[in-house]
C-alpha cells in the first residue's frame, strides 16, 4: 500500500492501515468512519484532556510551592524567635553567676 521509499515508515503504514480495517470490522463500520473517530473526535478530546490536566497540575504545584515558601518563612522566623528567647536566657544565666561570684567575693573579703 504505502511506498514513500523508506522502508520502515512503510511497514508502519501498512500494518497501521490493516489493524484499522480488522477494527473497523470488529465494529462493524466503515474504514473512513474509524478514522473520523480516532483522529478528529478521540484523538483531539484526548489532547485537550491532557493540556487540561498540565494546566490543572502545574496549578498546583505552584500553589504547593507558594504554601511551602510560606512555611519555611514562618519556620524561620520561629527559629529567630526561640533564638533569641535563648540569648535572654543564657545572659540571664550570665548575671546571676556574675553576681554570685561578686556576693562571693566580697564575703571573702569581709571575713
Do not use: C, R
Not at 76 to 99: G, H, P, W
Amino acid at each position: 500500500m504505502a511506498d514513500s521509499g523508506k522502508n520502515w515508515i512503510d511497514i508502519t503504514f501498512d500494518w497501521s492501515v490493516d489493524l484499522l480495517y480488522k477494527i473497523s470490522g470488529l465494529f462493524g463500520i466503515s474504514y473512513e468512519e474509524i478514522n473520523i473517530w480516532l483522529f478528529v473526535v478521540i484523538g483531539p478530546t484526548l489532547f485537550f484532556i491532557s493540556i487540561s490536566l498540565n494546566y490543572y497540575f502545574y496549578k498546583k504545584t505552584n500553589k504547593l510551592k507558594k504554601i511551602i515558601e510560606i512555611q519555611k518563612q514562618e519556620i524561620s522566623e520561629i527559629n529567630e524567635a526561640e533564638v533569641e528567647e535563648k540569648k535572654i536566657n543564657y545572659f540571664k544565666i550570665l548575671v546571676i553567676i556574675v553576681l554570685v561570684i561578686l556576693i562571693a567575693y566580697y564575703l571573702e573579703q569581709n571575713n
